[in-house]
């Protein structure tokens, strides 16, 4: 495995059916022996972190917070004094989320699970070979044998009913923090993503869809653009206004990701550009024939282009009523000027690019 972890310690914490989930019991004590915190970064959105007896409290949250798993070490200390913990914390090697509250910390350093688990930590805005490839680095399973479990659509979900002929699971593969039983199989990792996924889309959710005019698949397949469009969180809901106004008007959504799907299922792009080329060219989009191509073709594509997170989700469920039609990113802050009429719009790529 890539992953440090000492046999008995649990690594992290997975937000997942089947995740294990802490209480808060914590005091300010110090462990048996004089020793000290090791933070060492690792790839992705976690840190291995080494806890050796001795160590107190405040040098813990101190170390972690600048580490960056803590926001506050001073709330941890708290938290560990008033919940009578800081005492229990154990000894060994942790693998911790970036972020991570104190409370989900002093669960994780506090308890001990005989298996030893791999944390599977997949972002938002992810395509499925991405994971795959995730999945082979941590030596889970191979990156075949994800693909593999992820093209089936016969697992027992009521939401995977209704999936067009030909369809994997692009876009129904949720983004989080995973723990991983060390024995577990590829089959067992989309399981659990797909557990997450039915877990956080809420009937309210399916009912927002359903008021726009969108099924399920549509609904994640536009929000999975969004997810790949959007860098302001803020701005999410009023994009999902945009592109309903485009749908409403039988227009093109013109969409750059989804032609970055496209070139990203060409393993010579791929190693050129990654999978999502940077700075497309007019021969990019004029090259890129498929229904994906949101610059050739009115409306949706015909599925997801990526996992979105919750929060394109419920753009896509509560979008922004609005009159804009247009948006346009300038920058590398990934802020957009939205527009309602076709020379604002103009002016706005004119204002950029002179």
Not at 106 to 133: F, K, N, Y
Request: glycine share 8%; net charge negative; with cysteine.
């Amino acid at each position: 495995m890539n992953v440090a972890l000492a046999a008995g310690a649990l690594a992290a914490v997975a937000l997942v059916a089947g995740a294990v989930w802490f209480s808060t019991t914590g005091t300010d004590g110090i462990l048996a022996d004089d020793a000290s915190v090791e933070i060492e970064a690792t790839d992705g959105e976690t840190v291995a972190v080494t806890i050796e007896a001795g160590q107190s409290v405040r040098e813990i949250g101190d170390q972690l917070q600048e580490a960056g798993v803590l926001d506050s070490a001073l709330r941890f200390r708290v938290l560990a004094s008033l919940t009578g913990r800081g005492s229990e914390i154990k000894a060994g090697d942790y693998e911790l989320s970036l972020g991570m509250t104190a409370n989900q910390v002093l669960g994780v350093l506090t308890t001990i699970v005989e298996e030893r688990t791999v944390i599977l930590t997949i972002p938002e805005g992810w395509r499925i070979e991405e994971m795959a490839d995730r999945v082979a680095e941590l030596e889970i399973a191979t990156r075949e044998e994800f693909i593999a479990a992820a093209s089936r659509t016969d697992y027992d979900f009521e939401f995977l009913a209704g999936l067009p002929a030909g369809a994997n699971l692009e876009g129904y593969l949720f983004p989080d923090t995973y723990e991983i039983a060390e024995e577990a199989t590829a089959e067992t990792v989309v399981l659990l993503m797909l557990q997450n996924f039915e877990r956080r889309v809420t009937p309210e959710m399916i009912a927002g869809f359903e008021a726009h005019g969108l099924n399920l698949h549509q609904a994640v397949t536009l929000a999975s653009i969004i997810e790949r469009e959007a860098v302001v969180p803020e701005e999410r809901p009023i994009m999902a206004g945009v592109f309903y106004n485009r749908l409403a008007a039988g227009d093109i959504f013109g969409a750059d990701p989804t032609v970055q799907y496209i070139l990203g299922n060409s393993p010579e792009s791929v190693a050129f550009f990654g999978y999502w080329k940077v700075g497309l060219t007019t021969e990019d989009i004029a090259i890129a024939v498929s229904p994906y191509n949101t610059y050739q073709n009115a409306g949706l594509p015909p599925g997801p282009i990526a996992a979105p997170g919750l929060s394109a989700l419920e753009a896509v469920a509560f979008a922004d009523p609005t009159d804009f039609y247009f948006f346009y990113a300038c920058g590398e802050d990934g802020v957009h000027t939205f527009s309602v009429t076709q020379a604002e719009h103009d002016a706005a790529q004119a204002a950029c690019l002179g």
